[in-house]
């Protein structure tokens, strides 16, 4: 049977948890289960701040999608620089004092904190950063619903970065090197996400002006 758009998307959504535990099962093999204690902390503090920012894109969801379908594009470009810059900048509000004091909030919450918990933690929330500023790129390639292409991909570049992991881990790499991976991963996915939305998604879409606002916080769109 031919795989439908949501079942491409499922795939995407599947390679995602398989990273995520995936991780844990290889710093299992390679470093004991102790570690994954350290791991499962940094997880749920780190997903407890994602979810403070997902509230945010979710509100501006229903505007992207209106100005997309309407091809309202001058709104749409409106909506893709504040909605980056807002999201990343309340996230980044939120985890600034968190990360230089991320010994002190770890043992007020837990007291005794596993070593690995801080360092995890940290390159956590290093990735959930990069990640904020494609969610309103993301939100418009699913509006589009041309989806196939970037659910394949990124599924695909998930499951590698988990086996790249398993490498680095075999050959002795640190316990926090799966995370660096998922660094890199969201920092490939960002350069993905902007080209796919010119080239497939909205090819008036101007990814120089775009890094402008965003990251130089250029003001007007030419």
């Known amino acids: 049977f031919p795989v439908t758009i949501h079942g491409w998307d499922l795939y ?3 390679s995602e948890i398989l990273l995520v535990q995936g991780v844990k099962v290889n710093l299992n093999l390679f470093y ?15 997903g407890g701040i994602a979810a403070f920012v997902n509230n945010f894109t979710s509100a501006i969801r229903p505007q992207t ?12 470009n409106s909506i893709l620089d504040l909605g980056t810059r807002i999201g990343f900048f309340l996230l980044f509000v939120v985890c600034l ?23 995890f933690f940290k ?16 939100m418009t390639i699913e509006a589009s619903e041309k989806m196939k292409g970037m659910s394949f991909t990124c599924g695909t570049i998930n499951l590698v970065g988990l086996i790249i992991g398993y490498f680095f881990l075999k050959n002795g790499y640190p316990e926090f090197t799966p995370f660096v991976v998922k660094i890199l991963i969201e920092l490939i996915f960002f350069v993905f996400y902007l080209t796919y939305l010119k080239r497939v998604v909205y090819p ?6 775009f890094l402008l606002k965003v990251i130089l916080l250029y003001r007007d769109w030419e």
């Open 12 to 14: 995407k959504k599947f």
């Open 32 to 46: 004991g289960v102790i570690i994954n204690s350290s791991v499962a902390i940094a997880n749920q503090a780190q």
């Open 65 to 76: 999608t209106k100005s997309f379908v309407a091809k309202e594009f001058s709104a749409l």
């Open 97 to 119: 004092p968190i990360i230089f004091n991320a010994n002190m909030v770890f043992e007020f919450w837990l007291g005794n904190v596993p070593v690995f918990a801080f360092i």
């Open 123 to 138: 390159l956590g929330i290093s990735a959930v950063l990069i990640s904020v500023i494609t969610y309103p790129v993301l």
């Open 204 to 209: 008036g879409f101007l990814i120089g002006d």
